[in-house]
T-cell receptor, first 115, second 113 residues
Framework: AQKVTQAQTEISVVEKEDVTLDCVYE???????LFWYKQPPSGELVFLIR??????QNEISGRYSWNFQKSTSSFNFTITASQVVDSAVYFC????????????FGAGTRLAVHP | DAGVTQSPTHLIKTRGQQVTLRCSPK?????VSWYQQALGQGPQFIFQ???????QRGNFPDRFSGHQFPNYSSELNVNALLLGDSALYLC????????????FGPGTRLLVL
């Protein structure tokens, strides 16, 4: 069975702090895809990143970085120098192989960045 | 380039009623998926439509049904509404290839009284 666990329910930081959101996944597939989405209060899920299981390179995009480690089945997300606009719920999601794109989401981590 | 759009944005219904939610996919996308997000939880997959057929279905009862039109837009219908159907309903679209990223609409907030 496939499963995504985001153990951190809520995180509160002060602006300019670095924060890491954890994501642990379970799957028996050798080919799979991992995603991070951001959900601001408006409700729309905003795509942040997609990572293939055969590409373990870490990625950096501005203040965002992602650390993918197959050995520990983790796909963690770090925000450097957090800003108030980063306040949102962040979801990690898993998708298996094949032509079907069902996403399995974690429960989400609510990030509050205070000025 | 228009993104995924959904209508209505908010809806209030009473138990036992029926509701229809609508979704227009992002330009160039041919596949639509529907998700239900209860308060404080992650989205749960309802079903996916491709080439006007239901391609995959999650663990939802038959009260949840859908349709995809030739222009790739989609409807989600829920019959015999229950209080527990109150949720944010999200539509996502992508091109039908492997590993494609799903892009989400703003959602429809349904409240069942």
């Amino acid at each position: 069975a496939q499963k995504v666990t985001q153990a951190q329910t809520e995180i509160s930081v002060v602006e300019k702090e670095d924060v890491t959101l954890d994501c642990v996944y379970e799957t028996r597939d050798t080919t799979y895809y991992l995603f991070w989405y951001k959900q601001p209060p408006s409700g729309e899920l905003v795509f942040l990143i997609r990572r293939n299981s055969f590409d373990e390179q870490n990625e950096i995009s501005g203040r965002y970085s992602w650390n993918f480690q197959k050995s520990t089945s983790s796909f963690n997300f770090t925000i450097t120098a957090s800003q108030v606009v980063d306040s949102a719920v962040y979801f990690c999601a898993l998708r298996g192989p094949g032509g079907y794109n069902k996403l399995i989401f974690g429960a989400g981590t609510r990030l509050a960045v205070h000025p | 380039d228009a993104g995924v759009t959904q209508s209505p944005t908010h809806l209030i219904k009473t138990r036992g009623q029926q509701v229809t939610l609508r979704c227009s996919p992002k330009s160039g996308h041919d596949t639509v998926s529907w998700y239900q997000q209860a308060l404080g939880q992650g989205p749960q997959f309802i079903f996916q439509y491709y080439e006007e057929e239901e391609r995959q279905r999650g663990n939802f009862p038959d009260r949840f049904s859908g349709h995809q039109f030739p222009n790739y837009s989609s409807e989600l219908n829920v019959n015999a509404l229950l209080l527990g159907d109150s949720a944010l309903y999200l539509c996502a679209s992508h091109w039908g290839g492997l590993g494609e990223t799903q892009y989400f609409g703003p959602g429809t907030r349904l409240l069942v009284l």
